[in-house]
């Protein structure tokens, strides 16, 4: 038995002289450099590009995707005129279109439901044709009306022409509601003194305007802003004869502060609204606006007005008119009982029929006269 190690040594000798023979079969022979000579470069003919037919490559294209166009087509394409420009036309301008009032709607306002939440406000409202009486809420329809608010007095419809209708639970309310019985004399409400000082009649206030959202309509309050933030309430557009005249607001106003609380936000205005609800006579509402860009304050006092007061509010000019008319229908009616006073023979006639037909005598003649 051989030794581990001389097998070993036998296979790396064995391989040791099989690469050797390999490298001595190989073995290539190598050529001896030589020198070699550079030739002197010859320049390229330049070819005029302008003799080149390009036409040659898209007419015998090999894809046969080209198609010749006679030349007729392209005369025939000169020939063709521009069409003229348009002629101006001049826009006719819409006709206004006519208002259109719609008929009242044929219903009675029997009752009003008013809770502290504005959403759980309720209508009845009976249908004068079939008389059946129904509740209503804000939003709800009737026929083309839509009920948009209700007040403790009044509910207003909004019809499809655009225009609004009003029901009233009382005539009184609707003599005594200034944004739409067209109340022009204010002299009992308020009592001008200057520009900026203005006495207030509570109770007569309260009397015409009652609610927050009345008042809101009749002077046309929206909110004012400067540079996207609220400064105030901007007062609309205010007539001669109307509440915001009386109180002495002039169209454009913004309502800064009342009693030196902004009304900027809505927790403001409530604030301001309970200050002015707990107000007594004699206390004083301090009103700053802003008119033309330039800061101004108006004053108000509550006090009732006494009788003097409210005979001085009367014109004088129109006290003589009603006095004057007065004594033109008293002159009326007497010339009236002259003609038809009863003469002797009248009133022998009617006492004759009397006795035909009752077959007694009148009491006396002045029940002959009122027969």
Request: proline residues 5%; hydrophobic residues 35%; charged residues 25%.
């Amino acid at each position: 038995m051989k030794h581990p190690l001389w097998i070993l040594n036998s296979a790396i000798a064995s391989l040791l002289l099989c690469t050797f023979l390999f490298i001595i079969l190989s073995r290539q022979n190598i050529k001896k450099p030589f020198a070699i000579n550079p030739e002197l470069s010859t320049d390229r003919i330049k070819r005029d590009e302008t003799k080149i037919n390009i036409s040659k490559i898209y007419e015998n294209d090999i894809f046969e995707t080209y198609q010749k166009k006679p030349d007729q087509l392209f005369e025939a394409a000169r020939e063709i005129p521009l069409p003229p420009p348009p002629r101006p036309t001049t826009t006719k301008i819409p006709e206004i279109p006519k208002i259109e009032f719609l008929d009242p709607l044929n219903i009675t306002l029997k009752g009003i439901i008013i809770s502290n939440n504005d959403n759980k406000n309720r209508a009845i409202i009976q249908d004068n044709d079939t008389k059946r009486e129904t509740s209503y809420k804000v939003g709800n329809m009737i026929t083309d009306a839509q009920l948009i608010r209700i007040f403790n007095n009044k509910v207003i419809f909004l019809r499809s022409n655009g225009q609004q209708e009003v029901l009233y639970l009382r005539e009184k309310d609707a003599l005594l509601d200034p944004t739409y019985a067209g109340l022009n004399n204010w002299s009992h409400i308020a009592k001008h003194i200057d520009n900026y000082y203005h006495i207030i009649n509570p109770i007569a206030f309260t009397d015409h305007i009652n609610s927050v959202a009345q008042f809101i309509d009749a002077l046309d309050i929206t909110t004012a802003y400067q540079n996207g933030k609220s400064i105030g309430c901007r007062v609309g557009i205010v007539k001669q004869d109307s509440l915001g005249a009386a109180l002495g607001f002039n169209t454009g106003d913004i309502i800064l502060s009342i009693d030196n609380i902004p009304a900027t936000d809505i927790n403001n205005r409530f604030l301001i609204y309970k200050n002015i609800i707990a107000k007594k006579p004699n206390d004083t509402i301090v009103v700053k606006i802003l008119r033309d860009h330039q800061s101004a304050t108006l004053v108000y006092t509550l006090e009732e007005f006494s009788i003097l007061d409210k005979l001085e509010a009367i014109n004088p000019a129109q006290e003589l008119e009603n006095e004057q008319s007065m004594k033109e229908k008293q002159l009326k009616a007497l010339e009236q009982k002259k003609i038809l006073a009863p003469t002797t023979n009248d009133l022998k006639k009617r006492e004759r029929q009397n006795m035909l037909s009752r077959g007694k005598m009148p009491v006396n003649h002045k029940t002959v006269q009122t027969v």
